[in-house]
């Protein structure tokens, strides 16, 4: 699919999506080697993005599951069609005749879930099945993965398991919120995603926010990187920056030297003691 990282990253360019070069090359292995990548890094980095953007230059369906506390088998991998086997039962009573497990719990009855259906994929191309905020779900979800990570099959008890032809590309993202178990750091090629340096972000900004003009860009793209190493509860990330500049550029700033542009902070500070903390440091720009 690629010839080597520096396509990886030529390409996800073509799709507005930077990347440097330890990104770029994570993902030419994940997807070489056909195994798993996990991508871990501050909340706001771009991990979902890189997914979305991978599927786009691959062509490929993109299928998500976003991670969540109680997140179930049933949700993630697959579950049974209750109403239709209730049904079946209902119109098999009618006729006088008797269903059997086995006559239940057959394909009709069986309903997809990302996990599954990315393994039961028919299509040309693999997809890419983006395993979201893996932290937020419980320990014992990651223990479901273990069998598909390792060897791109679910098993099914009633009906068997089910391998992939063509394994999915898959993408798990991680915010560090809780520790993953080491079984299924195992099974993952890894890499982190740092914040993009103030050069990076200025040119992810040109995309973006094209109505913000070069000096507003350039002096944003400086201050949120002295803001990351302020003592903050949440960091902007590029999603927060965005929205920073796109609210400066619609009140029509073309730097951050504007006495009102001191109300826009509410796009990268999320908490009153960041937002009280980030307009001090705001201040002294003046």
């Known amino acids: 699919m ?23 090359t994570a993902i030419y292995f994940a997807v070489e080697l056909g195994q798993p990548l996990l991508l871990e890094g501050e909340p706001g980095v771009g991990k979902t993005t ?46 006088h005749e008797r269903l059997t497990d086995a006559d239940l719990f057959t394909e009709e009855f069986l309903l997809e879930r990302p996990i599954l259906a990315a393994v039961r994929a028919t299509g040309p191309d693999p997809p ?24 791109a099959s679910v098993t099914v008890p009633e009906l068997g398991t089910y391998t992939a032809v063509h394994p999915p590309v898959v993408v798990l993202t991680s915010n560090r ?7 299924l750091r195992r ?18 900004l040109r995309r973006t926010v094209p109505s913000a003009n070069e000096p507003l860009i ?13 003592d903050l509860d949440k960091a902007p990330g590029m999603a927060e920056t965005i929205d920073w500049v796109a609210a400066l550029s ?18 990268i500070a999320k ?6 903390t980030i307009a001090a440091a705001f201040e002294e720009l003046a």
């Open 50 to 95: 890189a997914a979305k953007a991978l599927a786009r230059v691959l062509d490929a369906p993109l299928l998500r599951l976003q991670c969540y506390e109680g997140l179930t088998a049933g949700e993630a991998l697959y579950e049974w069609n209750y109403q239709r086997q209730l049904l079946a039962i209902r119109l098999s009573e009618s006729r």
């Open 271 to 276: 908490t009153p003691d960041d937002r009280q």
């Open 177 to 183: 919120s809780r520790e993953l178990h080491d079984a």
């Open 250 to 267: 619609s009140i029509g700033a073309t730097d951050l030297v504007r006495a009102d542009a001191v109300r826009t902070l509410s796009a």
């Open 218 to 230: 350039g002096s944003t793209s400086q201050f949120i990187g002295r803001v990351r190493t302020l």
């Open 2 to 24: 690629f010839a080597d990282p520096d396509e990886v990253r030529r390409r996800l360019d073509r799709v507005d999506y930077l990347v440097d070069d330890g990104t770029a």
């Open 187 to 204: 099974r993952c090629l890894y890499h982190w995603i740092d914040f993009p340096a103030p050069e990076r972000a200025a040119e992810i």
């Open 128 to 151: 890419v099945l983006l395993i979201d905020e893996i932290d937020r779900a419980d320990d014992e979800f990651e223990a479901l993965l273990l069998e598909f990570l390792g060897e």
